[in-house]
């Protein structure tokens, strides 16, 4: 796989999880399966490739979808864009404080038995993802904001959801840029990245 496939991997799980974070603000429920590919990929620390880390190729095609519309500028998500860049600015903050990231790894394969015996989507890891995220990740400003409806955004199972979402599109955010990605990507890689898109929609 090319290193422009490898990133676009990582940007389509990056914006298939927030395009999740938006659904679940909005109407209080995400798509199952998606959902299920997000989180299963915060606990593949230790997976040997991009496509097996963060699920496969046909399980990123959502993204991949949402990826070649934002890069041509075609029916493109603004607010999913947003959020995007306030994850890519957090992977920034978050990979300065190496007490941090070791603080979530280890928490990670703490709970990695649980998620395999009950499913990354049970309540109870979903619920333990999410702390870990309002412990570690909520406490660098400035703070990710998710808009949505009020009513939804006052339940506390959804507010789990979200924020164990939002450790699955930082996951994507740090391997993408362990992969080499950086914004200039998208001013001078933003035709092979279409490409890449275009080549692994084509594959699935």
């Known amino acids: 796989m090319s290193e422009?496939?490898?990133?676009?991997?990582?940007?389509?799980?990056?914006?298939?999880?927030?395009?999740?974070?938006?659904?679940?603000?909005?109407?209080?429920?995400?798509?199952?399966?998606?959902?299920?590919?997000?989180?299963?990929?915060?606990?593949?620390?230790d997976a040997p490739d991009t496509a097996s880390a963060l699920g496969g190729v046909a399980a990123?095609?959502?993204?991949?979808?949402?990826?070649?519309?934002?890069?041509?500028?075609?029916?493109?998500?603004?607010?999913?864009?947003?959020?995007?860049?306030?994850?890519?600015?957090?992977?920034?903050?978050?990979?300065?404080?190496?007490?941090?990231?070791?603080?979530?790894?280890?928490s990670?394969?703490?709970l990695q038995g649980q998620a395999v015996r009950d499913g990354s989507t049970?309540?109870?890891?979903?619920?333990?993802?999410?702390?870990l995220y309002a412990d570690t990740l909520s406490t660098l400003r400035p703070?990710?904001?998710?808009?949505?409806?009020?009513?939804?955004?006052?339940q506390a199972g959804v507010i789990a959801e979200i924020r164990a979402l939002l450790l699955a599109a930082l996951r994507a955010a740090v391997l993408w840029r362990q992969l080499g990605g950086s914004l200039w990507d998208f001013v001078f890689a933003r035709r092979a990245m279409a490409d890449?898109?275009?080549g692994l929609l084509g594959a699935s």
């Open 122 to 131: 049970h309540p109870d890891v979903i619920g333990a993802l999410a702390r």
């Open 4 to 45: 422009y496939e490898d990133r676009v991997l990582a940007l389509a799980a990056l914006l298939q999880a927030l395009a999740q974070v938006r659904r679940v603000a909005d109407t209080g429920q995400g798509d199952s399966a998606q959902l299920q590919v997000a989180l299963d990929s915060v606990f593949r620390i």
């Open 108 to 110: 990670l394969r703490l």
């Open 60 to 106: 990123l095609q959502p993204g991949l979808r949402l990826l070649r519309a934002q890069l041509a500028r075609e029916g493109k998500d603004e607010a999913v864009t947003r959020l995007a860049l306030a994850v890519l600015q957090l992977e920034r903050r978050f990979v300065a404080q190496p007490a941090m990231v070791e603080r979530v790894r280890n």
């Open 143 to 154: 703070r990710i904001m998710v808009q949505g409806n009020p009513h939804y955004l006052s």
């Open 196 to 198: 890449a898109a275009a």
